[in-house]
C-alpha cells in the first residue's frame, strides 16, 4: 500500500509523541552539560559518520558538516582533556572514512559538489596539523575543481544535471576553492575568491524571488531544459525555495569568508559576500514563522505535506549567532550592506529557534543519549530521516555558539 507523503509524516508524528512531549518538558530546565557535547556524545555514541555511505545520497555532506562541527567544539568549547582526546580521535576516524572516496579524481568530477566540504576541513587540519597525508586527497579535489562543468556565467552545475546550478553546492565548493588557492596557489588567489563570490551573486541574480519575499529558489538552469523543476521562468530558476538548500547557502557565505582573508585586496568581494549575507538574514528574520522555526518550502507555508524543518532551522540559528558575533550582522557596516536588524533581533530570533528545535526536533532517548528528528530529505516527497546528521550538526553548530556568547 502507498502512503502519502502526509501521511507518513503524521504517522511517524504520532509515534514519537511521547518522547517529544518529554523533551520539551524537560527543555526549559537549563542542562549543566552543553547540548552541543551530549549531541556529539550520542552521534558517538550510534557510530555516525564514519564512513561514506553510497546507498546515502547525502553521506559525503554530512562528513563534511559533521567534521566542521567537531572542529568548531574542539576550538569553541571548555572540554576536559578526556574530552578533547575523544573528539580528536573521532574526528580522525571520520576524517579518514572520507579519503577512499576523494582520490579518484575522474569520479570527483562527475559526484555532487559535496565532497569539497569535506577539502575545506582537510585542508583545515592539515594547517593545523602539518600532516601530509591530507595532501593527496586536497590535490586530487583541486585537480577535480579545476574539469568541473560551469556554465557559461561561471557557476558550476552541481551534479551531473547539464547546466543545473542550485544553493546545495555553495557550502562546498566557494570555500574550498577560496582556502586552496590561499594556501596553494597564492598567485591565482585574488581571481579565485572572485570566482567563488561569483557562484553566490549568480544565485542571487537568477533565483532571488521579485515578488517582494526576497527569498532565493532552489536553483538554475540557463537553457530552461530541466524540467524535474516544471516550466522553469525567463531567468530559468525553479518554481520552490527549499529551505535547507538556503541554509547551505548562508553557512557558505560564512565559510568563503573565513577562507578569504580581510586585506585591502579582497574588500571589494568581501562587501559583496557580506551584503549577500546581510540581505539574506534578513530575509530569514522576516519570514520565521512563529514558533521559531522555518517552513522546508519557503514560499509556499500552506502546501500539502509542507512541514516546519530542523536542519534548515538550526542552519538559520548558527548562521544568526555566528554572523552577529562577527559583525556581519546588527552593525553600522551591515547596515550599510542591507541589514535591517540590530544584533539582539537575531540573537532573539536565533534564540527562539533554538527552543523550537530542543522542544520539537530534539529526542531524548532515556540512556543518555539524544538524537534528532523532523529532517525531510528533499522538498516534501520523501519521509522524515530520523536521527539524521544534517540536523544534529546544525543544532550542534547552533549550540556551540550560544556557548561562546556565555563566556
Not at 89 to 99: E, I, K, N, P, Q
Not at 209 to 227: E, I, K, W
Not at 244 to 259: H, I, Q, Y
Not at 300 to 307: A, D, F, H, I, Q
Request: glycine residues 8%; charged residues 15%; contains cysteine.
Amino acid at each position: 500500500m502507498h502512503l502519502s507523503p502526509l501521511f507518513a509524516l503524521l504517522h511517524l508524528g504520532v509515534a514519537t509523541a511521547l518522547v517529544q512531549e518529554r523533551a520539551a518538558r524537560s527543555y526549559a530546565t537549563p542542562y549543566s552539560t552543553p547540548r552541543a557535547v551530549t549531541m556529539l556524545d550520542s552521534i558517538i555514541e550510534r557510530q555516525q559518520g564514519i564512513a561514506v555511505a553510497s546507498s546515502v545520497k547525502t553521506s559525503v555532506l554530512e562528513n563534511g558538516l559533521l567534521m566542521m562541527g567537531i572542529s568548531a567544539m574542539l576550538e569553541n568549547l571548555n572540554l576536559s582533556q578526556a574530552q578533547t582526546a575523544k573528539y580528536e580521535a573521532y574526528l580522525d576516524v571520520v576524517t579518514s572514512g572520507t579519503f577512499p572516496s576523494l582520490l579518484n579524481v575522474t569520479a570527483d568530477r562527475t559526484t555532487p559538489l559535496d565532497e569539497f566540504s569535506v577539502g575545506t576541513q582537510l585542508v583545515q587540519q592539515y594547517l593545523k596539523s602539518g600532516n601530509e597525508t591530507f595532501l593527496a586527497p586536497i590535490h586530487a579535489l583541486h585537480q577535480a575543481d579545476l574539469i568541473r562543468n560551469r556554465q557559461l556565467d561561471g557557476s558550476y552545475w552541481y551534479y551531473v544535471y547539464t547546466n543545473v546550478t542550485t544553493q546545495d553546492g555553495l557550502f562546498s565548493i566557494p570555500a574550498f576553492h577560496s582556502l586552496y588557492a590561499r594556501e596553494f596557489d597564492e598567485e591565482n588567489a585574488l581571481a579565485a575568491y572572485q570566482t567563488s563570490a561569483l557562484q553566490f551573486s549568480n544565485i542571487v541574480d537568477r533565483c532571488l524571488a521579485h515578488s517582494g519575499s526576497n527569498l532565493l529558489y532552489h536553483g538554475y538552469d540557463p537553457t530552461r531544459s530541466f524540467r524535474s523543476w516544471g516550466n522553469l521562468t525567463a531567468r530559468g530558476h525553479s518554481q520552490n525555495v527549499w529551505g535547507r538548500a538556503v541554509g547551505w547557502t548562508c553557512t557558505g557565505l560564512l565559510a568563503t569568508l573565513d577562507a578569504i582573508p580581510d586585506v585591502p585586496a579582497t574588500q571589494v568581494v568581501r562587501k559583496e559576500l557580506l551584503s549577500i549575507f546581510a540581505q539574506l538574514m534578513t530575509t530569514l528574520v522576516r519570514t520565521q514563522h512563529t514558533s521559531g522555526a522555518w517552513w522546508q518550502v519557503m514560499n509556499s507555508p500552506n502546501r500539502t505535506g509542507n512541514y516546519l524543518e530542523s536542519s534548515a532551522t538550526g542552519l538559520f540559528a548558527y548562521s544568526m549567532l555566528r554572523g552577529t558575533r562577527l559583525s556581519y550582522l546588527g552593525t553600522v557596516e551591515s547596515r550599510e550592506n542591507g541589514d535591517a536588524f540590530t544584533a539582539e533581533e537575531y540573537r532573539t530570533s536565533a534564540e527562539k529557534a533554538y527552543v523550537w528545535l530542543g522542544k520539537n526536533a530534539v529526542v531524548e532517548y532515556g540512556n543518555g543519549t539524544i538524537g534528532y528528528n523532523l529532517t525531510v530529505d528533499y522538498y516534501v516527497a520523501q519521509p522524515l530521516k530520523q536521527n539524521g546528521l544534517l540536523g544534529e550538526v546544525g543544532f550542534m553548530l547552533t549550540d556551540v555558539e550560544r556557548q561562546i556568547a556565555k563566556k
